[in-house]
């Protein structure tokens, strides 16, 4: 089936365009300096542990770049059988790509300036953090692949899509790139380390905007399924919330409050973007930021 001509002049075509526009190499990016820097953190800010932060924060993101790449196939699987149209097949197919690109980068920078031969996942994610980026995610992209029945699996679409890119890309990945990155580019720390946050974050965003009009297409065609978007939000905030003061300690590299402001911005703006098609279909309030840092 061709591109319709409202999907080749809409917006998931032009993001899906984009990525071609935008592409890079993990191996392009130069981590020359890196290992010298690492080596003068650990050696100069023992007592703040920031080389045990960083660690930990690149621990999370290889785990997490793994896990998006691994639990993505699913969600293409299911918009080929729902027929959402080829501009939808050929993003999901740009964004596998990419998602490979990313867990790349983290396992070259593992190797090459952190020193792991394989990295120990297992002793940096705790157990929030597993929950919302490895198993929770897989339990909901793997119902993509399951479901037979059409209702059945537009549900299970709708809230795989809502948990990996507003949920995990939005929420926690963004937010973690750019409070990481603006931290490491205030020290002058770490150059390699800030160019692979800055590009994959690039790439995070046009993910985002994708989910989004994924969402929003659902909808569209079944305005019934908008409350399951604002349930998967609510179901995975405390683990997402968890995952941020992961990283309160006595002398944080990054203030955890900004990380907060960072994913709970992410949620209103992504949720109220979804909803925007939708709001007829559902009388819930959406919840303030102020309302969910009093409740966590």
């Known amino acids: 089936m061709s591109l319709t001509v409202t999907q080749r002049t809409g917006k998931i075509w032009s993001l899906y365009l984009t990525s071609q526009r935008l592409a890079w190499s993990p191996a392009q990016v130069d981590l020359s300096h890196d290992a010298a820097d690492w080596t003068r953190i650990r050696r100069e800010h023992a007592r703040e542990d920031y080389a045990g932060q960083l660690h930990r924060l690149v621990g999370f993101f290889h785990a997490g770049e793994e896990s998006v790449c691994s639990h993505l196939a699913p969600l293409l699987v299911a918009?080929?059988?729902?027929?959402?149209?080829?501009?939808?097949?050929?993003?999901?197919?740009?964004?596998?790509?990419?998602?490979?690109k990313h867990f790349e980068f983290f396992e070259r920078y593992?190797?090459?300036?952190?020193?792991?031969?394989?990295?120990?996942?297992?002793?940096?994610?705790?157990?929030?953090?597993?929950?919302?980026?490895?198993?929770?995610?897989?339990?909901?992209?793997?119902?993509?692949?399951?479901?037979?029945?059409?209702?059945?699996?537009?549900?299970?679409?709708?809230?795989?899509?809502?948990?990996?890119?507003?949920?995990?890309?939005?929420?926690?990945?963004?937010?973690?790139?750019?409070?990481?990155?603006?931290?490491?580019?205030?020290?002058?720390?770490?150059?390699?380390?800030?160019?692979?946050?800055?590009?994959?974050?690039?790439d995070e965003g046009r993910h985002v905007a994708f989910g989004i009009q994924l969402i929003r297409r659902l909808l569209r065609d079944d305005p019934s399924l908008a409350p399951a978007v604002l349930a998967t939000f609510e179901r995975h905030l405390p683990n997402v919330l968890a995952t941020v003061q992961a990283f309160d300690v006595p002398h944080p590299i990054v203030e955890v409050s900004s990380l907060v402001g960072y994913a709970l911005d992410a949620y209103q703006l992504v949720l109220a973007a979804t909803r925007r098609r939708s709001r007829r279909s559902s009388t819930r309030p959406m919840r303030s930021r102020e309302s969910v840092r009093e409740q966590h």
């Open 79 to 100: 918009a080929s059988r729902l027929g959402l149209g080829n501009d939808v097949e050929c993003f999901l197919t740009a964004q596998l790509y990419e998602e490979a």
């Open 110 to 202: 593992a190797h090459e300036v952190l020193g792991e031969d394989g990295f120990v996942v297992d002793r940096e994610l705790l157990a929030a953090p597993r929950a919302v980026l490895v198993d929770d995610l897989g339990t909901a992209t793997a119902r993509c692949a399951t479901e037979t029945d059409p209702a059945a699996l537009r549900l299970a679409l709708v809230e795989a899509a809502t948990h990996y890119m507003g949920i995990v890309e939005a929420m926690l990945a963004r937010t973690g790139y750019q409070g990481a990155g603006d931290a490491l580019r205030t020290r002058g720390w770490l150059p390699g380390l800030q160019e692979g946050f800055r590009l994959i974050r690039r």
